[in-house]
């Protein structure tokens, strides 16, 4: 089993619409949850970072961590063609310091 | 900018021929990653480096090495490259604080 689980879709919406990403994560004793973003032929760059359970808001995006069920979801409100890219969920991993990644969902969001 | 520059960028070459990659950081930071990315599988993490001459194996390091022999350059090495290593591969450099990544813009490299 991964450490943490990332359907790659793709996934295609039309403009406006709430877009929902999901992740989860095997080991209950991680704290540190980050969201990439990856536009096409780019590196990632860090979207949103959570620590332990709860919601974290910027702009359009908002961030939620399930310990319990250990889910990680990112959710996008009114979708933009600009909001096209590939998202990654990821974990850091502190014993070693070390991030692990989901497979990354591509997102198409259209005019 | 975070400061990282890689090279080559991009790269063909052979089955069975040595490859080094580059990765410059200007930023003074302690950790360093190198990653490769492939379809369907997300960024896998392939060496990391805490310090100069300090490295350490991630999840898929079978077929490469590495090198730090100074603060701003960590060298990832295919000793004989094979047409599976053919992909996407990234350096990363860690804020020690939070943990955030800060990637350079990957090299590409096709083994045929």
């Known amino acids: 089993q991964k450490e943490v689980e990332q359907d790659p879709g793709p996934l295609s919406v039309p403009e406006g619409a709430i877009v929902s990403l999901n992740c989860t994560y095997s080991n209950s004793a991680f704290q540190y949850f980050m969201w990439y973003r990856q536009y096409s032929r780019k590196g990632p760059e860090l979207l949103m970072y959570?620590?332990?359970?709860g919601n974290k808001e910027d702009g359009r995006f908002t961030a939620q961590v399930d310990k319990s069920s250990k889910y990680i979801s990112l959710f996008i409100r009114d979708s933009q063609p600009s909001d096209s890219a590939t998202y990654l969920c990821a974990i850091l991993n502190t014993g070693g310091f070390k991030t692990i990644f989901g497979a990354g969902t591509r997102l198409f969001v259209k005019a | 900018d975070a400061g990282i520059t890689q090279s080559p960028r991009h790269k063909v070459t052979e089955t069975g021929t040595p490859v080094t990659l580059r990765c410059h950081q200007t930023e003074n930071h302690r950790y360093m990653y190198w990653y490769r990315q492939d379809p369907g599988h997300g960024l896998r993490l392939i060496h990391y480096s805490y310090g100069v001459k300090d490295t350490d194996k991630g999840e898929v390091s079978d077929g490469y090495s590495v090198s730090r022999s100074k603060t701003e350059d960590f060298l990832l090495t295919l000793e004989s490259a094979t047409s599976s290593q053919t992909s996407v591969y990234f350096c990363?450099?860690?804020?020690?604080?939070?943990?955030?990544?800060?990637f350079g813009e990957g090299s590409r490299l096709t083994v045929l």
């Open positions: 990363a450099i860690s804020e020690e604080n939070t943990g955030e990544l800060f």
């Open positions: 959570t620590y332990s359970s």
